[in-house]
């Protein structure tokens, strides 16, 4: 069955760096687009961006473009997501995605149980 | 950026009722329309997809209709464990906007 397991979260300081890592089974990794999606302690979920399939697009919400990187290794099946310059807004429940493709209309169909990061000083 | 909206942003409702939730994207977005289903703590859950596709596996009381600018997602007989927060997203270019959810809670 396919899972994604999310790992790296914790706390940090503003203006540190971060890297999060989803480590992916159950599925042809190297055939789907991935995501990172947030969410800040008692609100919405928030689209961070997105990565495809062979690795050589990726797209990022304005608020973390520039300062977020998206990436990953298919030979690990794994996707990256790198933070840098954190500020306390970023401090949410991060998750990676699975996009269903085409013929799921680019639906998110799987996602990981999500990594706690905390922006404080 | 485009934005996505929901309508109520919270209801109020009991076992069996039916329920509908409203979404409207800024501009027209075909087809290219989902639904979340989330629970506290935990991830969210896909339901619908396409606008009106359900997801293998979810129940066939969720249903979903719409297109362009305006859907909607609504659960037929609501049962005790449908109550959950509830996002659309776009899904036709980036960025993948969700919309703000839509709280069920029981009445």
């Known amino acids: 069955q396919v899972q994604l397991v999310e790992s790296g979260g914790g706390v940090v300081q503003p203006g540190r760096s971060l890297r999060l890592s989803c480590a992916a089974s159950?599925?042809?990794?190297?055939?789907?687009?991935l995501h990172w999606v947030r969410q800040a302690p008692g609100k919405g979920l928030e689209w961070v961006a997105v990565?495809?399939?062979?690795?050589?697009?990726?797209y990022y919400a304005a608020s973390v473009k520039g300062r977020f990187t998206i990436s990953r290794d298919n030979s690990k099946s794994t996707l990256y997501l790198q933070m840098n310059s954190l500020r306390a807004e970023d401090t949410a429940l991060y998750f990676c995605a699975k996009d269903g493709g085409g013929s799921g209309w680019h639906s998110f169909d799987y996602w990981g149980q999500g990594t706690l990061v905390t922006v404080s000083s | 950026d485009m934005q996505m909206t929901q309508s109520p942003s919270a209801v109020s409702a009991s076992v069996g009722d039916r329920v509908t939730i409203t979404c409207r994207a800024s501009?027209?977005?075909?087809?290219?329309l989902a639904w979340y289903q989330q629970k506290p703590g935990k991830a969210p859950k896909l339901l619908i997809y396409?606008?009106?596709i359900l997801q293998s596996g979810v129940p066939s009381r969720f249903s979903g209709s719409g297109s362009g600018t305006d859907f909607s997602l609504t659960i037929s007989s609501l049962q005790p464990e449908d109550f959950a927060t509830y996002y659309c997203?776009?899904?036709?270019?980036?960025?993948?906007?969700f919309g703000p959810g839509t709280k069920v809670d029981i009445k």
């Open positions: 159950g599925f042809i990794f190297s055939s789907y687009d």
């Open positions: 990565i495809s399939y062979d690795g050589n697009t990726q």
């Open positions: 501009q027209g977005i075909g087809s290219w």
């Open positions: 997203q776009k899904a036709n270019s980036f960025p993948f906007t």
């Open positions: 396409g606008a009106s």
